[in-house]
């Protein structure tokens, strides 16, 4: 089993729909990273978080530590949100990654 | 992106030879790291560095050697490469602030091992 689990694996949408990704953790961590790729690009980090909630337009980032469980939703999706997201836990100096969710939003 | 290049940027080499990649940052950090990115594996670690001459191996450190004799390089070295190379390698580095760590992604090298 994956230290780091992310659900949906692929997700298609609609131009204009809530989209939630979820992650899940088996590991302790000091933070949790969500990262943003597009098709054939680089990897730019959206969020670290320790606790609580984080917002940056249209993107919100939820982490329950008890749970060890976090998500990412992307409200009013757009085609330019399509993307791989992938989360990441910080464990001691080195990061442990999810496979990533592929998400499409079509117009 | 924290002022990380990678070179060569792509690369086709034939199986049995040596290839070294480069990662350059201009910020000082003192942690580096270098990745793979396969389709349906995500993100492996190879090697990182603590500091000059301070490497450990990650999850996937075989047939990977690296080495880091300044503090803005970080070479990851294929000995002799097999097809089973052929990946995208990142490298990374880790910005401290305070209590909070962050990595920064260099923009990667699409490596092919015929």
């Known amino acids: 089993k994956n230290e780091v689990e992310q659900s949906p694996q692929n997700l298609t949408a609609q131009e204009g729909e809530f989209i939630t990704i979820n992650c899940s953790y088996s590991v302790g961590i000091s933070a949790l990273h969500w990262l943003q790729q597009h098709p054939g690009g680089g990897i730019v980090s959206l969020f670290m978080?320790?606790?609580g909630k984080k917002k940056h337009g249209r993107l919100i980032a939820t982490i329950n530590i008890q749970e060890k469980h976090s998500s990412l939703h992307i409200t009013a999706s757009h085609p330019r949100d399509s993307a791989v997201y992938i989360c990441?836990?910080?464990?001691?100096?080195?990061?442990?990654f999810g496979t990533g969710t592929r998400l499409q939003v079509f117009p | 992106d924290a002022g990380i290049t990678q070179s060569p940027r792509h690369k086709v080499t034939e199986t049995g030879t040596p290839v070294t990649l480069r990662c350059h940052q201009t910020?000082?950090?003192?942690?580096m790291y270098w990745y793979r990115q396969d389709p349906g594996h995500g993100l492996r670690l190879i090697h990182y560095?603590?500091?000059?001459?301070?490497?450990d191996k990650g999850e996937v450190s075989d047939g990977y050697s690296v080495s880091r004799s300044k503090t803005e390089d970080f070479l990851l070295t294929l000995e002799s490469a097999t097809s089973s190379q052929t990946s995208v390698y990142f490298c990374?580095?880790?910005?401290?602030?305070?209590?909070?760590?962050?990595?920064?992604f260099g923009p990667g090298t699409r490596l092919t091992v015929l």
């Open positions: 978080l320790s606790s």
């Open positions: 990374a580095i880790r910005a401290s602030s305070g209590t909070y760590n962050e990595q920064f």
């Open positions: 560095s603590y500091g000059v001459k301070d490497t």
């Open positions: 990441a836990v910080d464990n001691t100096d080195k990061l442990i």
């Open positions: 910020e000082n950090h003192r942690y």
